[in-house]
């Protein structure tokens, strides 16, 4: 299938931005859409390239990713599909925009969060980062899985009733495991982002850019 082919099946912004530097690939969470994430970019990275896609699964109405089941709402039964469709769309939208081979750094919230992760674990090396809001591990890494190289930022709140920590922690455990340069950022809240969450993603991002490895320590609320 042609890049424009695959492109037309998508929602989607792209915005060129600045002529060097990692492209951001802005993910919603569910019920969010392309000029949410989009608005969130320019605040967090201004002039950073962005590429902004809306989830073509609807839940009630709502832009998801990927579908979850009724019964279990950590099951997703349509995971690997959707996640190499967006892998496709990610490749194709790059390549259309006059972005191809530059470094691919992912920002996502909730299901977009579990989006950038499952990226991650199905095609290591198409991201060089992410930075995951609120995320959990939406599938086992396979055998052998090499991150070595992605620097990963997860947010995550330690009241959080939508994801409760042992999901995020099986979510770092298995980002170290494959080598991934993970740091932990932990607020004493729940699902919802706070102003310091969105700073330290900002720092994050500008410490990415400036080839530094970040030096805080996790935190855990």
Known sequence: MSDAAIL???????????PEGAVLLM?????GDERDMAALGRALAP????????????????????????????RFPDLP????????????????????GRPVVAVGYSNGANAAAALMLRHPGLLAGGALLRPMLPAE?????????????????????MIPPPRVEALVAALRGAGADVQERWEATGHGLTQDDLAA??????????????DAPPARG
């Open 81 to 100: 599909e959707r996640i190499d469709e967006l892998a496709a769309f990610v490749r194709a939208a790059t390549a259309a925009h006059g972005l191809a």
């Open 141 to 161: 890494p396979p055998p052998g899985l090499d991150l070595a190289g992605t620097r990963v930022l997860v947010a995550a709140g330690s009241a959080d009733t």
């Open 47 to 74: 002039g950073a390239p962005l590429v902004a896609p809306r989830g073509r699964v609807s839940e009630g109405g709502m832009a998801r990713f990927f579908s979850r089941t009724p019964a279990d709402p950590f």
């Open 201 to 214: 993603t900002a720092r994050w991002l500008a410490e990415g850019a400036a080839g530094r490895s970040p």
């Open 8 to 18: 037309d099946g998508w929602r989607h912004l792209v915005e060129p931005g600045a």
């Open 27 to 31: 993910l919603h969470g569910t019920g």
